[in-house]
């Protein structure tokens, strides 16, 4: 009697389909091919991303907030000053030495209306930190650490008027610092942006004077601050790796 295999007879013989046919995997040379390239691939980008871990480099960073403030709110008088112009790392990978550096310098005359200012403004400020970073996506890096931070401030008016003038006088150090932490986007390999949030504790010191009355000595005061000195993310720095 014939035989039946799912309802047909043994008359008919029975094709097992494609797939349980071909149990094994393609040999052809395309395939191998594929195969090869993609290892080599794999085996290529973990090298490189090694080597870059490895390596290091050097990091020039620029703060921009004003450039950009300047297309967007008339100037940018209302946005807040970072305290750092320019910044520069010595990035290893999963951590970096960090610097930052800001000036400015204001020596300037003036005679209006029969009176004559001078004056003289002097203002530094120099940071210097340890810096961890981890990673969060391919673009983007979160970076966190610690900043220690020191400071010059100089300042002197004298305004010159008949019969008489008057003159002020500011000298002030400080030192400090404190945690920091930010994000860094990664546009290319050697291009990047990033802002971050820092809380910095500041101590200073000097000594201020006031001369409105030449007949009289002028008024004296010491200055001794402490401060802490939190700062939301306001800045965007533009980084160049060479």
């Known amino acids: 009697m014939p035989t039946s295999f799912e309802g047909h007879t043994s008359n008919e013989t029975y094709q097992p389909n494609y797939f349980m046919k071909h149990k094994r995997l ?3 040379p395309l395939f191998l091919s594929m195969l090869l390239f993609l290892l080599f691939s794999s085996a290529d980008l973990i090298a490189q991303r090694k080597a870059k871990k490895d390596k290091t480099q050097n990091v020039i960073g620029i703060n921009i907030t004003s450039t950009l403030a300047g297309f967007f709110n008339s100037g940018g008088q209302d946005i807040p000053k970072d305290p750092f112009l320019f910044s520069f790392k010595v990035d290893k990978g999963e951590h970096a030495l960090r610097f930052g550096l800001d000036f ?8 209006i209306s029969n009176t004559f200012r001078r004056v003289q403004e002097d203002d530094f400020k120099l940071r210097a930190g340890y810096e961890w970073q981890k990673p969060v996506s391919k673009r983007f890096t979160m970076h966190y650490g610690l900043d220690g ?5 100089y300042q002197k008016t004298s305004v010159e008027f008949s019969p008489s003038g008057l003159a002020s006088f500011e000298k002030t ?3 400090g610092g ?10 290319s390999e050697r291009v990047s942006l990033s802002t971050e949030t820092y809380a910095y504790l500041m101590f200073e010191w000097g000594e201020t004077s006031t001369d409105i009355d030449p007949n009289l000595p002028p008024e004296q ?3 001794n ?3 802490l000195l939190p700062a939301v993310p306001n800045s965007l720095y ?3 790796s060479f």
Do not use: C, K, M, Q
Not at 104 to 111: A, K, R
């Open 173 to 175: 150090r400080g030192a």
């Open 221 to 223: 005061e010491d200055i």
């Open 238 to 240: 533009i980084h160049f």
């Open 225 to 227: 601050r402490i401060a």
């Open 178 to 187: 404190g945690p920091f932490i930010g994000v860094t986007f990664h546009l």
């Open 26 to 28: 393609p040999s052809s």
């Open 149 to 153: 931070v020191l400071t010059y401030y």
């Open 104 to 111: 400015s310098v204001d020596h300037s005359e003036s005679f």
